[in-house]
């Protein structure tokens, strides 16, 4: 059973800076892709950022040069910093990974349980 716990949210004002992390554990041999995504209310869970396991990135243009994504594969751990907060980051951000139990088994994707962010103005 594989296990992803996200911590670190909370309430930050406009132009200022959270950290997020999303620590993988249970039965893991390895792990690709590692990623964020929100969910503002009422609207669709979006795509935030994500990194490949050989550090390749990808970020949703609203966030491109004030998120960064970063992991660190030791600790089968990914972390979303955060810069230049707007109201409009507010959601409930979730992490998600693509995990294999063993060698021999296919990836399958994990979600954590999702942890708040509210910024306020």
């Known amino acids: 059973q594989v296990q992803l716990v996200e911590s670190g949210g909370g309430l930050a004002q406009a132009g200022g800076s959270l950290t997020l992390s999303c620590a993988a554990s249970g039965s893991i041999a390895s792990i690709s892709a590692m990623g964020w995504y929100r969910q503002a209310p009422g609207k669709q869970r979006e795509l935030v950022a994500d990194?490949?396991?050989?550090?390749?990135?990808n970020y949703a243009d609203s966030v491109k040069g004030r998120f960064t994504i970063s992991r660190d594969n030791a600790k089968n751990t990914v972390y979303l910093q955060m810069n230049g907060l707007k109201p409009e980051d507010t959601a409930v951000y979730y992490c998600?990974?693509?995990?294999?139990?063993?060698?021999?088994?296919?990836?399958?994707?994990?979600w954590g349980q999702g942890t708040q962010v509210t910024v306020s103005s």
């Open positions: 998600n990974a693509a995990v294999r139990a063993t060698m021999w088994t296919r990836a399958l994707y994990k």
């Open positions: 990194i490949t396991n050989s550090n390749n990135t």
